[in-house]
């Protein structure tokens, strides 16, 4: 795929998601971070349920912290691989107040040094909540990058460094989420909707549907 395709692709899909945003609810950075880490293998409605219940009573290092496993349980018992996640989010909690202050840390390296956190996780809070044109590599950005072969790559990581090279300057902030929306809604993993695509044209997927 030559650079002026991919310019065409994502003036396209900027022009049909003209406000590309995370669809976690969250109010500060850490409540984004708790969020993000709930987020691994469940869906964000599913996580937006339970941090409506959660925040109203614990939303910071401290207080969240001061539930204990147990209590945090309670509140995420919805989530899958909830009792992990509970135990890593209270052990980050911990860091943050003794390393940083209660305040969420802006480089990956101390990101990715809090339990529970990966790359894709440190990518999303620091393009989400700090403005860093960072892409994290989901399964649908990881299904959409290979279908369009805007970013083709056999790994995570693969079709992250092609992003970072390939996606144009201009959308490399909201790349992400434009990618994301567009694997949810429209090019779908079992059967993507290329009839209603606005990139069907661009696209390189042999085995496009109707839909």
């Known amino acids: 795929m030559n650079k002026s395709k991919r310019q065409?692709?994502?003036?396209?899909?900027?022009?049909?998601?003209?406000?590309?945003?995370?669809?976690?609810n969250y109010s500060s950075p850490f409540e984004l971070l708790i969020a993000v880490i709930l987020s691994a293998q469940a869906t964000d409605k599913g996580v937006n349920k339970a941090t409506a219940k959660l925040y109203p009573i614990a939303n910071t290092p401290r207080t969240i912290f001061d539930l204990g496993e147990t209590g945090l349980k309670k509140y995420i018992k919805t989530i899958g691989l909830f009792n992990t996640k509970g135990s890593n989010i209270i052990k980050t909690c911990k860091m943050l107040m003794e390393l940083h202050e209660s305040n969420i840390p802006q480089t990956r390296i101390e990101l990715e040094a809090l339990p529970g956190v990966g790359r894709k996780t440190a990518n999303v809070v620091l393009n989400t909540a700090f403005g860093v044109p960072t892409i994290a590599v989901d399964t649908h950005i990881f299904r959409v990058s290979n279908r369009t072969k805007i970013a083709a790559g056999k790994s995570v990581l693969d079709v992250e460094k092609r992003l970072e090279k390939n996606v144009p300057k201009a959308f490399k902030l909201n790349a992400h989420h434009l990618l994301i929306l567009h694997g949810r809604y429209t090019c779908i993993a079992r059967k993507p909707r290329c009839g209603s695509c606005v990139i069907e044209d661009l696209c390189e997927f042999k085995q496009k549907t109707s839909l």
Request: net charge negative; charged share 40%.
């Open 8 to 24: 065409e692709i994502f003036e396209r899909l900027n022009k049909a998601i003209p406000d590309p945003r995370t669809e976690l």
